[in-house]
């Protein structure tokens, strides 16, 4: 049996191996199934289409508390974004630890519900306990909902060889986000208090769901990807497997953020392979790229043109100042071991403080 990594998600090999083979009752509503590499479900209902995503519910007290419930939201909503249907409705299943007292949880579910309402969606049920074992940030799970026509479901399988890739924000934004957040002063002494909060500041950065909106109000997408685990090269593999096509991209011609580039610099993380919550991969018809990405830019969000969908034989690749060479399949994402690292040279440090 293949294995799973020691962290995160579980490899393609595991999931086609023993998650896909085995999916209950077969059902000729069911319009996109579980898939690796895709952010979300759909069912047929009639002429309307209900797209649906499930996730850990994440709270990271290190975030502080309303910045971690906004983060955990938009996790959640980025990935029925993702489809073309805006996200309507929330279910929270929330598996509280036993030290979360009701202040903590009210200052949470306040930023829960004003950052819902801020995006549209109603939430219509869920449950809420303390039990022995649960712990921080994992405390519990939660699905996002969204209703729409099925001529505006964007399903990332129908993306086809010609179709242009754009790219929005750059990598590593939420590498960037968190690691500025949780470990503050190793940006500091590398940078200074101003870049430090600069990068703190791309936190909020962490969501596709106006990037993914406004790619879907253009028209002509035929692919949307949150570039997740593994980051913008995890992505593009992902989307490579789900249209069936190959694809092609010049790295120099994705936008990067300055701040960003730093960031991984100080934790040594390669800021391509590294996860990066609220980055769009976008594939679409070459002629709406130019006016989606206007109006990505009118909105403050950059982007652009970066490559192409090819011919599955062409496999993918990458242009780099070096010229046109295979793109390694990235297995491990940096994030999570830089981030464990860095968590133990703080503690030793506040311990060496005492």
Known sequence: MSELPQLGKATPE???EVIFPNLGASDDAVLVGPMHGIDFGAVRLGDQVIVFSSDPFY????????????FALHILASDVAVSGIPPRFLTVDLNL????????????????????????????????????????????????????????L???????????????????????G???????????????EDVAKEARDVFYQMSVVRDAALCARNGGVTAMHD??????????????RASGAGLVVDKRRIVTQDVVLKTCEVFDIDPYVAISEGTLVAAMRPDCADSAISALGDHGIPASVVGELVPKERG?????????????????????????????????????AR
């Not at 968190?178 to 200074?192: H, K, N, T």
């Not at 990235?330 to 060496?352: C, M, N, S, V």
Request: proline share 8%.
């Open 59 to 70: 709270i990271a007290p290190s975030l502080g508390w309303e910045r971690a419930a906004w």
């Open 227 to 240: 570039a997740t685990e593994c980051g913008i090269w995890g992505a593009l593999f992902e989307m490579a």
């Open 97 to 152: 630890p036993p030290e979360m007292d009701e202040e903590t949880l009210a200052t949470v579910w306040r930023t829960v519900h004003d950052e819902s309402r801020n995006l549209g969606i109603a939430i219509v049920g869920g449950h809420t306990g303390r039990y022995a074992g649960c712990n921080y940030p994992m405390v519990g799970g939660a699905t996002v909902f969204g209703v729409g026509p099925m001529r505006d």
């Open 178 to 192: 968190l690691m500025s957040v949780q470990f503050p002063e190793f940006v500091i002494e590398r940078w200074g």
């Open 154 to 176: 964007v399903d990332p399988r129908k993306a086809r060889p010609g179709d242009v890739i754009v790219i929005t924000k750059g990598p590593a934004i939420e590498t960037t």
């Open 14 to 16: 595991f999931f086609d």
């Open 316 to 352: 993918v690749r990458v242009l780099d100042e070096k010229g046109e060479r295979p793109l390694a399949h990235p297995r491990t994402d940096p994030f999570w071991i830089r981030f464990e690292e860095y968590l133990k040279r703080q503690e030793a440090r506040r311990h060496g």
